[in-house]
């Protein structure tokens, strides 16, 4: 899911909502290295929690 979105969604962006060093993020996202569950929680919470914030947005119109 981090590869595909990864033009939307950077690494930098996951690490920074999930407390998670980009570098590792991207480890993950290619295959480099295999999260541990705890981190695996890290990353969908953040996911989740910045989905309820695109949900909620609103935009004004003039």
Do not use: C
């Not at 990864?6 to 570098?23: E, V």
């Not at 991207?26 to 919470?45: C, F, N, V």
């Amino acid at each position: 899911m981090l590869e595909y979105y990864s033009g939307i969604i950077t690494p930098t962006a996951i690490g920074k909502l999930a407390g998670i060093h980009p570098k590792q993020i991207w480890s993950y996202m290619h295959g480099l290295s295999k999260p541990r569950r705890a981190q695996i929680t890290k990353i969908e919470d953040a996911v989740h929690r910045l989905g309820r914030e695109l949900v909620n947005t609103a935009f004004l119109s003039n």
